[in-house]
């Protein structure tokens, strides 16, 4: 007897999908970057023009405490003394800059964060304004103060900055994590989208994590549109082996207990070998079942033997086998049969038929043939049938008629049918 298997049987709820609970986040290294500010070259895009006679003459004991003696003790008491003796433009971007010095080398985040904001007010940063907004982001992300954050890392992102990503300096992931830190995750993701849609026209990187974090939170939070959405564009961005199992482990966690649908997610899954476990061969076994589709349920036997899963001494495997050897041979008669009587038939339930056993038989031009007759007919769960046509037509490479067909998917199955439709889309 097969042995009924639910998603939430393992010892959490949906346990299997526990390793793609993702806990990416976008912070580290904000702060930690800072000292890179503090090297001398800042200063030499302004070595040659002039510092006025008055700043000149507290600058220089101010930098020979911060450069040279180390007296840092000594050179704070002196910072209100600089920044009042500051005259031009270019005093104050020396100013900022000698005081981000003294900031990073005595560990003092309001002095660095004083030493950005002159330099960025003289109008003198150059090329670095975009990373100097960035600190100022991330300082104030730290805070927790999350508007201000997003005010200086959208102005990172305006003055050209394009991150450090091996450096885990991400503006767009730190816009995206403040949102979602406040509890506005459709403000997180609709930023998100925007990025990597921008980005793509642009061609230019996409990050992962810009995919999986908001992926994980539709995940954590029960979102099952968002998580198919994030999914979809997780697979079409990189269709990975290990990104296919994150994404359509995550939706299955999600989705509702239809075994119809879980069929439809599943042979998914075998197509792009994310199949991770014996829980999901055993789910494949029971929602196809070898009483109907044998042929099928003797493909994921193969399957889970071939990975380790199975074994001719597990009772399952076996009893199952047996089951198949029984059955497979006489379900191509079956078929024809099905089809034979789908002509005359009132409603188009015996041409779908027909066409869900053609389909697990694997001769996918007769399945779109009886599943697109079941169509015509009526009388039969549209949604279902539309989604088996589509797959029947991905398998026989008929990428845009399956894309065009999943499309026309609505209700419960859209999240199923946006996976298929990832998939065609990879294939092409």
């Known amino acids: ?46 070595q040659n023009q002039s510092l006025s006679k008055d700043f000149e003459k507290v600058y220089q004991p101010f930098a020979e405490a911060v450069n040279t003696s180390g007296d840092y003790a000594g050179a704070k008491a002196q910072v209100s003394g600089l920044v009042a003796a500051v005259k031009s433009d270019y005093d104050r971007f020396f100013a900022g800059n000698i005081i981000l010095q003294l900031g990073a080398k005595a560990s003092d985040k309001a002095l660095q964060k004083q030493g950005m904001q002159l ?22 992300y730290d805070e927790q103060n999350f508007e201000v954050a997003r005010k200086e890392l959208q102005a990172s992102i305006d003055a050209g900055f394009a991150g450090n990503f091996a450096e885990k300096q991400d503006p767009w992931g730190l816009i995206a994590e403040s949102y979602f830190k406040e509890g506005r995750n459709k403000e997180g993701f609709d930023f998100l989208r925007k990025t990597v849609s921008e980005r793509n026209a642009a061609g230019q990187e996409v990050r992962q994590a810009w995919l999986e974090r908001p992926l994980a939170i539709a995940y954590q939070q029960k979102m099952p549109d968002e998580a198919a959405a994030w999914s979809a564009l997780l ?19 999600l989705q509702p207990e239809d075994k119809q649908a879980q069929l439809d997610l599943l042979r998914l899954m075998a197509l792009t070998d994310s199949m991770t476990g014996r829980a999901e061969y055993e789910t494949y076994v029971e929602v196809a079942d070898p009483r109907i589709m044998a042929n099928e349920v003797g493909r994921v036997l193969a399957a889970g033997k071939s ?29 024809a049969q099905y089809a034979a009587d789908a002509a005359g038939a009132a409603n188009g339930k015996p041409a779908q038929n027909a066409g869900e056993l053609y389909l ?25 049938v539309l989604t088996r046509l589509g797959i029947a037509q991905v398998q026989q490479g008929k990428l845009d008629e399956a894309k ?4 026309q998917v609505s209700g419960a199955r859209s999240t199923l049918a946006r996976l298929w439709t990832a998939y065609a889309e990879s294939r092409a």
């Open 119 to 140: 330099m960025l007010e003289s109008g003198r940063a150059g090329e670095n304004a975009g990373l100097l907004h960035y600190f100022l982001g991330g300082f104030a």
């Open 1 to 46: 007897m097969l042995r009924t298997f639910r998603f939430e049987r393992q010892k959490s709820s949906r346990a299997f999908v526990s390793a793609v609970a993702m806990a990416i986040g976008f912070t580290g290294a904000v702060a930690a970057g800072t000292a890179v500010l503090s090297a001398p070259a800042l200063a030499q895009q302004a």
């Open 360 to 384: 697990a038989l694997e001769d996918f031009p007769k399945a779109e043939e009886m599943l697109q007759l079941a169509l015509t007919k009526g009388g039969v769960d549209r949604d279902t």
């Open 404 to 407: 065009a067909t999943f499309g």
């Open 235 to 253: 697979v079409a961005q990189a269709p990975t082996k290990d990104n296919w199992t994150k994404a359509l482990q995550v939706v299955a966690a």
């Open 307 to 335: 990975a380790g899963v199975f074994s001719d001494s597990d009772p399952f495997y076996s009893s199952t086998k047996e089951l198949v050897d029984a059955r497979a041979s006489k379900e191509p008669a079956d078929a």
